[in-house]
């Protein structure tokens, strides 16, 4: 039986295409959008607004995801959880460590790694300690900053850089999701949608967009450059890209609304789990 895929992308490389000069439709890209955090790098505009409301002129803002290179993901957002998942991965280390050497996790609380090496552990053989300060290494360059460039740190943390790629590429990594590429017949590089960053653009300075807006233009109207909704930082005219295709741009939209709209449920009652994992039926529809 064949294994069923829930990822359009997997199942089928996105083929964008051109887009429709003069318009800005639901799965347009178009150049010189913002992203908070990303103020000096290319930032690419996802327009999520309504079709029909486009279709209708009913929309007085055009709302879009900003969409920015894998590389610079990598350098932001993804340097974040790979940090955070380096951080606990190391902890958690240190804790198995301290119980392998029956040492209670409370000293934590009172001495630093550090200081551990040259009380608790002082007596340590050679090989074990070099094993716990490479811990303290690993633990002090994700949770403190960094004491080496970053391709070193990206080369220290390689399996989990590759397992956060991995995730991203299968839509796994909540908030974000994974673009082949923005120009029709580009090398497929790699982008990340910011689904946690919607925003929006007016719907006269949208209009200017789909036509193709200089920034010489956007910048000598006033009412336009003190919108602060675009970024001439890497291009130097916004304008309209690419098109993303059904499915693709439906399933982007779905991830963006469970996003949004998912419930949280508290965990079942550990007590009844366990019961209900013991239960032995003698035969059909009688537990035992």
Known sequence: MRKKISHPSLLNPMKLTDARIGKLDQGTIFTCARAERYRNQHVYGLVITARCDIDQAKFPVLNYIPVVTLDDWLMVDGLDIIRDRAEKEALGKIRNFL???SVAESVLISQTLRELLSTTFADLKKKEREKFEDLI????LASS??????????????????GVIDELIKHKVGGYYFLPSVYPGEARDGY?????????????LAMLIAEGLEQSWFEKD????????LSFSRDDFAMPIS??????????????????GR????DPDPE???VLRQRIPNRAGVAK
């Open 99 to 101: 119980k392998a050497q």
């Open 263 to 266: 419930i949280g449920l508290d």
């Open 243 to 260: 098109q993303i295709p059904s499915p693709e741009i439906e399933h982007l939209l779905q991830s963006f609304s469970l996003m949004f």
């Open 222 to 229: 006033a009412a336009l450059s003190t919108t602060n909704c």
């Open 272 to 274: 009844l789990v366990s």
């Open 192 to 204: 990340v949608a910011l689904l946690r960053e919607a925003t929006f653009v007016p719907r006269n």
């Open 137 to 140: 290494g690993d633990y002090d």
């Open 145 to 162: 900053g960094f004491s080496m460039d970053h391709a070193g740190f990206f080369a220290r943390f390689e399996s989990l850089k590759s």
